[in-house]
Nanobody, 124 residues
Framework: VQLQASGGGLVQSGGSLRLSCAVF????????VGWFRQAPGKEHEFVSA????????EYADSVKGRFTISRDGAKNTAYLQMNSLKPEDTAVYYC??????????????????WGQGTLVTVSS
C-alpha cells in the first residue's frame, strides 16, 4: 500500500487548506485512514481518523470544529479540510492507514502504512 499526501503549503492565520491522501495498492474500502502531524521537536500527534464506511470519525480536541475528515471511495482518496488555521497547526501532516479491525486510532504506531508527509505552515 502506498499513501501519497498532498495539499500542504503556507497560509495566513485564519485561512484554510485541504489535504489529500491518495491510496494505492489495496482496496480503499478495507482501510481505516487517519491523519497525524508532527511539529519540530515534538512527537506525532493524532489529528483525525475515519472508519472504512465513514460512519465513525474521531478528532483531536485541538482541531474539533475546525477540521473535517472525509473519504471518497471512487477516487481512493481521503481528505482533511482545515479551516480557521492557527500558527500552532504548523507541522508536517502525515496520512496513515490500516486494515486492522481492532486498534487504537490515536496511536501512530498502530497503523500499518504511512505517507511521506506534507508541510503546513501557518503564519501569524
Amino acid at each position: 500500500v502506498q499513501l501519497q499526501a498532498s495539499g500542504g503549503g503556507l497560509v495566513q492565520s485564519g485561512g484554510s487548506l485541504r489535504l489529500s491522501c491518495a491510496v494505492f495498492g489495496r482496496t480503499f474500502s478495507n482501510l481505516v485512514v487517519g491523519w497525524f502531524r508532527q511539529a519540530p521537536g515534538k512527537e506525532h500527534e493524532f489529528v483525525s481518523a475515519i472508519s472504512r464506511t465513514g460512519a465513525t470519525i474521531e478528532y483531536a480536541d485541538s482541531v474539533k470544529g475546525r477540521f473535517t475528515i472525509s473519504r471518497d471511495g471512487a477516487k481512493n482518496t481521503a481528505y482533511l479540510q482545515m479551516n480557521s488555521l492557527k500558527p500552532e497547526d504548523t507541522a508536517v501532516y502525515y496520512c496513515v492507514a490500516t486494515g486492522k479491525m481492532s486498534f487504537d486510532v490515536r496511536r501512530y504506531n498502530h497503523y500499518d502504512h504511512w505517507g511521506q508527509g506534507t508541510l503546513v505552515t501557518v503564519s501569524s
